[in-house]
């Protein structure tokens, strides 16, 4: 194998010098009389065998073991599907479940105030119905949080509603926006995402939750961070393969959606569910209490001292 290995490296070098030399040549004649072109001819030529045959050994070397390559080898190579898939049904609908269990014990009273923003979180025509419900349960948990650190919370419909009494009350003011959707009767092959035989409708969510903190009198930002909510995907129909009456070789695939409604309502207050537990244990995570007193304890000296902090937007 070896020995048949040098023997193709021999014949490649060979070709390509011949090739080299021809050109060279061709370019020689055309410029007759021209010596430095010629000198700079030979010189690419030396420079394009060099580089030729560096080719031809790196092709052999690199990759030893290609062409030993299995189609095992192949598949565990596939992207790993980071969506979290559910299954639907068409007989029971999965109530929403807007309660998120959060465990903190009940610190006293610290003297410091914080203000919630109504939600504004803009959504697809088909969680319209739900965003209400969806946001008011979002914001009286996070309410909770605060609570159970010691802060009173006040609530505001919108920023405008703050008198200046409130902002220099209020150490920090919740803006909760975003944009939320689901995406409905995507076509797929669970199995192989690469297959152009898309055999199943799926549903799947898109967007991101955004919490921004800032300090009222200045509106400047204190803390904000995002959170992604497109990573869901609810399987509302898989199409199976069904032979006809006459039992030859024509063969048709259901495309009758039986209950698809019922499916995707399920599917919906599934994916709803799991973007909110997904958002609130954001929440949780990141407003601690030491994270928490890291900007108050800003904002209490940016009171009688203006720091550099970034504008609210």
């Known amino acids: 194998m070896l020995e048949i290995r040098k023997k193709k490296i021999v014949a490649q070098i060979d070709l390509l010098k011949n090739s080299i030399i021809t050109v060279s040549i061709f370019i020689f004649r055309t410029f007759m009389g ?3 072109i010629f000198k700079k001819v030979r010189s690419y030529s030396k420079m394009l065998v060099g580089l030729g045959l560096s080719s031809v050994l790196i092709g052999c070397a690199m990759n030893p073991s290609a062409e030993t ?5 192949a598949k565990n190579q596939q992207p790993v599907q980071t969506h979290e898939r559910m299954t639907t049904s068409s007989e029971h609908v999965t109530p929403l479940d807007f309660n998120y269990p959060v465990y903190i014990v009940q610190a006293p009273q610290n003297h410091h105030a914080v203000g919630i923003l109504m939600p ?6 088909n969680l319209k119905p739900y965003i209400d419900k969806f946001q008011d349960a979002l914001a009286n948990q996070i309410q909770t949080i605060f609570e159970k650190r010691g802060y009173q919370v006040l609530r505001f419909q919108d920023e405008k509603a703050l008198s200046e ?4 009350k209020i150490f920090s003011v919740l803006d909760l926006k975003g944009w939320v959707g689901i995406l409905e009767d995507l076509k797929m092959n669970l199995k192989d995402p690469n297959s152009p035989n898309l055999d199943t409708l799926v549903d799947q969510s898109s967007g991101s939750v955004w919490f921004n903190f ?4 200045s509106n400047r ?3 904000d961070f995002a959170v992604e909510v497109g990573t869901f995907q609810a399987i509302t129909y898989t199409y199976t393969s069904t032979n006809n009456a006459s039992g030859g070789f024509n063969s048709s695939k259901s495309v009758i959606h039986e209950n698809l ?3 995707r309502e399920d599917a919906i207050h599934k994916i709803l569910n799991r973007m909110y537990a997904v958002v609130m244990k954001k929440a949780v995570t990141e407003l601690t209490e030491e994270n928490i007193a890291k900007y108050r304890d800003a904002i209490d000296r940016m009171k009688g001292f203006k720091s550099s902090m970034p504008q609210k937007k």
């Open 69 to 73: 390559k299995t189609p095992n080898d």
């Open 261 to 263: 409604d019922k499916n």
């Open 214 to 217: 800032y300090e009222p009198e």
């Open 34 to 36: 021209r010596s430095f």
């Open 165 to 168: 009494q409130d902002k220099k």
């Open 221 to 223: 930002v204190v803390h």
């Open 120 to 125: 504004h979180i803009q959504v697809s025509d």
